[in-house]
């Protein structure tokens, strides 16, 4: 599956953004998607992931109760609602598709497909 991220820009601590993530292909439902960000100078860590059945969702605690992710098949589309941004989410967001991933989800490392990355810029 191929990943094209979008949605990333400059905003004012407090705003919103969201983030879109499409993929290619007609099985883009039997992929778990996931969110991963990597600020300057630091390793990528993991933002939040989407089964491929929705059934669970899961967030760094970081971003818990401020970004949401959620999907939709038929759009091929996987979404990052990022709401009351921090200057300390400022970093390059990826998305990565892992097919009928369950398990160690916040590890980079279990996925093979990834986006190219959208950059957010938090102002303070």
């Known amino acids: 599956v ?21 993929g290619s ?11 991963f960000r990597q600020a300057p100078g630091q390793e990528r860590e993991f933002v939040g992931a989407i089964t491929d059945t929705e059934r669970w969702t899961g967030y760094a605690d970081s971003v818990k109760g401020r970004f949401t992710i959620s999907r939709d098949n038929g759009k091929n589309t996987v979404y990052l609602q990022m709401n009351s941004l921090k200057p ?12 009928h991933a369950r398990n160690g989800l916040k590890d980079a490392a279990k996925f093979p497909y990834w986006g190219q990355g959208t950059e957010v810029t938090v102002s303070s």
């Open 2 to 22: 191929q990943l094209q991220a979008s949605g990333g820009g400059s905003v004012q601590a407090g705003g919103s953004l969201r983030l879109s993530c499409t």
């Open 25 to 35: 292909g007609r099985i883009f439902s039997t992929y778990t998607m996931a969110w």
């Open 88 to 99: 300390e989410d400022t970093a390059v967001y990826y998305c990565a598709a892992a097919q």
